[in-house]
């Protein structure tokens, strides 16, 4: 069957056989790395001025009160309309004092020029915490233009005063984890499969405790080698302006 792309998304899953909803069905809700992004905000919380620039997946405003909401889409609740790719000309510089952006980065075209507007927009020693596709499906497509390491964002907050924290989001089996719960969102599994990867989907983490050092390259063993983690579903920091 073929199905047009003018119609919704809601018009398109209505459009498709019950074989094939069952497909796609999932059996225990809640995406797995939803929780290592309220972990970030918990641990950044502030009643400080925040600007929000694309943040989804997290309820902000309990760890963010004061906050303003940027968005693409003219969904409820935010506080000021832009174009799908931030441009961010409108804000006046230097009027916030903290920076929240997480899952928008890898949709940038042009990256730095995002992370040298968030910069302008930050007060003297203001705070960006931010979080950013590494081994991740791609989504959103056609606009996912790149995935991080912890050599990138070093690379792009090279002119910024400090790194306090920068870290991957997950462990390794439990990214493993993650990308399989993608697989069952983004691809049509035969169904009877489905609850079995599901399963291994949310338990594959537990395999984390054997893991006892990691490294950033083969056969090199040195600390300055070492890494929190060498395939993390996301990168996380914490920049200072």
């Known amino acids: 069957m073929t199905i047009s792309p003018e119609l919704s998304p809601k018009q398109q ?33 502030s009643d400080k001025r925040t600007i929000i620039i694309h943040t989804e997946d997290v309820d902000y405003r309990e760890f963010f009160p004061n906050s303003f909401l940027v968005s693409k889409a003219p969904t409820k609740g935010y506080d000021l309309l832009v174009d799908k790719y931030y441009h961010l000309d409108g804000i006046e510089s230097e009027s916030y004092d903290v920076a929240l ?20 927009i930050l007060k003297p020693n203001g705070k960006l915490i931010i979080s950013a596709s590494a081994v991740f499906s791609f989504h959103e497509g056609p606009d996912n233009f790149f995935h991080f390491t912890p050599f990138a964002f070093k690379l792009l907050f090279k002119d910024w005063s400090e790194i306090e ?58 600390d300055d080698h070492k890494i929190d983690s060498m395939m993390p579903s996301n990168i996380q920091a914490v920049v200072r302006k």
């Open 13 to 45: 899953r209505a459009k498709r056989s019950r074989w094939q909803k069952l497909s796609r069905k999932t059996y225990f809700g809640g995406k797995l790395s939803t929780k290592n992004l309220v972990r970030l905000c918990k641990e950044n919380a």
């Open 101 to 120: 952006c997480t899952g928008l980065l890898e949709h940038i075209p042009d990256p730095q020029r995002l992370i040298d507007d968030i910069k302008r």
């Open 165 to 222: 924290v920068l870290r991957g989001a997950s462990k390794p089996f439990e990214t493993i984890g993650i990308l399989m719960q993608r697989i069952l969102y983004q691809c049509d599994v035969f169904p009877l499969a489905r609850p079995f990867i599901e399963i291994m989907a949310r338990t594959a983490r537990v395999f984390d405790i054997f893991v006892t050092q990691q490294f950033d390259i083969t056969w090199k063993y040195s």
